[in-house]
């Protein structure tokens, strides 16, 4: 059981983070690739991905196992890093991972150790690496890259739109309820029972904020149950999964290179067009239907069209059905239709 403990100023500086963060995408997606078991959601990224690993994956190998300790230095805390660009928060990441402190590589890296079971792939560079050596650190640097370009960059699209979601979900939840109704819309992941939220943990931890904060991290890569650091010095983070939705858009839309707003309702139709321009920011079903004066029945039909085709992402919350717009929406909608907008689990790597 984690237990995280609140008090009234934790409470004032809750946050959820506004991106996905690579390290942690890296972190949860490999463990994944390397566990015994994969959930279904994640099996056709899986089959890509696994006979493509660089490598330089060896050396993460020796320090994701799939279960248990993962040294914190990997996920430290990016702060305004994550409003970056793709590419760039990537590198400012690595480089904060890098810079670690020696005594914090030789703590983490005795803590994974000494973890139950765990016997490094690779004990030299292991060491080598909790010694600071800069092979080593240029290494695993090489490693999170060519990982992260293999595993990660080809979807990352896919993964930001689900995130996405998930934070047009969080921020309805703020504007009804405050921190409080956000905190309680985790259910069943997390449980808010005040001051302490609970979640189910392979251990007994006890989280206590003391006018810290804390930051909730959307990862689409999160597996069941919410994660955070072992080390209880470190920013307070708590990690949980999004909620994955069924279905894959169509690998490729084509179109003219320019497409003002007539021309998108004659390609999708009028109120599509709409509906699409309209959950940007999120709209359930039943709003959806009162702003364009049509049926819930109806609207949840344009929805269904929409969300096959890749435009949208439909999030399922207590008793409403929460869409948001996908990036192959806003490309629908504010650029060229040429484009890789398909499956992020077949055309980025097939082709």
Do not use: K
């Amino acid at each position: 059981m984690l237990q995280v403990h609140f008090t009234a100023e934790d409470l004032v500086r809750v946050r959820v983070a506004a991106a996905p963060d690579p390290l942690w995408e890296i972190t949860h997606s490999f463990q994944l690739l390397m566990a015994r078991e994969v959930p279904p959601v994640f099996r056709e990224w899986h089959r890509l991905v696994r006979p493509r690993l660089p490598r330089s994956s060896a050396l993460l190998a020796a320090l994701l196992p799939p279960r248990g300790y993962s040294p914190d230095f990997l996920t430290p805390d990016l702060g305004d890093r994550l409003g970056l660009e793709q590419s760039a928060a990537l590198e400012e990441a690595v480089e904060l991972v890098l810079g670690t402190p020696r005594a914090v590589l030789r703590r983490d890296l005795a803590r994974l150790a000494a973890s139950p079971g765990r016997l490094p792939a690779r004990p030299g560079a292991v060491r080598h690496l909790a010694e600071g050596a800069p092979e080593s650190l240029h290494e695993l640097g090489a490693a999170l890259r060519a990982y992260y370009r293999s595993a990660l960059a080809p979807f990352w699209p896919h993964i930001r739109a689900h995130v996405d979601a998930d934070r047009a979900v969080r921020a309805r939840a703020v504007l009804r309820g405050g921190t409080a109704g956000l905190l309680d819309g985790f259910r069943p992941v997390l449980r808010w029972e005040p001051p302490l939220l609970r979640a189910d943990y392979p251990v007994a931890r006890d989280l206590r904020l003391e006018g810290r904060g804390l930051l909730l991290q959307p990862s689409f890569f999160c597996v069941r149950r919410p994660v955070t650091l072992a080390d209880p010095g470190m920013a307070p983070v708590l990690v949980y999964p999004v909620q994955h939705t069924p279905g894959r858009p169509p690998r490729r839309i084509r179109g003219g290179a320019e497409r003002p707003r007539a021309r998108l309702d004659a390609l999708i139709g009028r109120t599509r067009a709409a509906i699409l321009e309209d959950v940007a920011t999120g709209r359930t079903t039943g709003e959806l239907a009162q702003r364009f004066s049509v049926s819930e029945a109806a609207a949840s039909y344009h929805t269904a069209v929409l969300r096959r085709a890749g435009l949208l992402l439909s999030v399922r919350r207590s008793r409403h059905v929460v869409h948001t717009i996908t990036p192959a929406g806003l490309a629908l909608l504010n650029g060229p239709l040429d484009g890789p907008f398909g499956s992020p689990f077949s055309s980025p790597l097939d082709a």
